[in-house]
């Protein structure tokens, strides 16, 4: 597996409804790799809508990476 591969198809998810890209996101957050964690991270921040960020917020307490955590409260605040 390319990560480069991921992160460009993480960030294709832009093109869908939160409600289509949520559940890949989630799983890309977690990923192994920390270029595809930001990526699918800054993709949250762009898409994020009020009523998500709650389950945002949970999904940034769960993660290790640091800096996607960070991206995902900024998008967490940035809802709200």
Known sequence: DDYRVR???????RAFAWEAAAPHLQGAVRDANAHVAVAAAEVV??????DDATTVWQ?????TNQRA???LFEAVLKAE
């Not at 921040?45 to 009020?50: E, N, Q, Y």
Request: proline share 0%.
């Open 45 to 50: 921040r762009a898409m994020i809508r009020k």
């Open 59 to 63: 999904w940034a307490n769960e993660l």
């Open 7 to 13: 992160v460009n198809a993480v960030r294709s998810l």
């Open 69 to 71: 955590q960070a991206i």
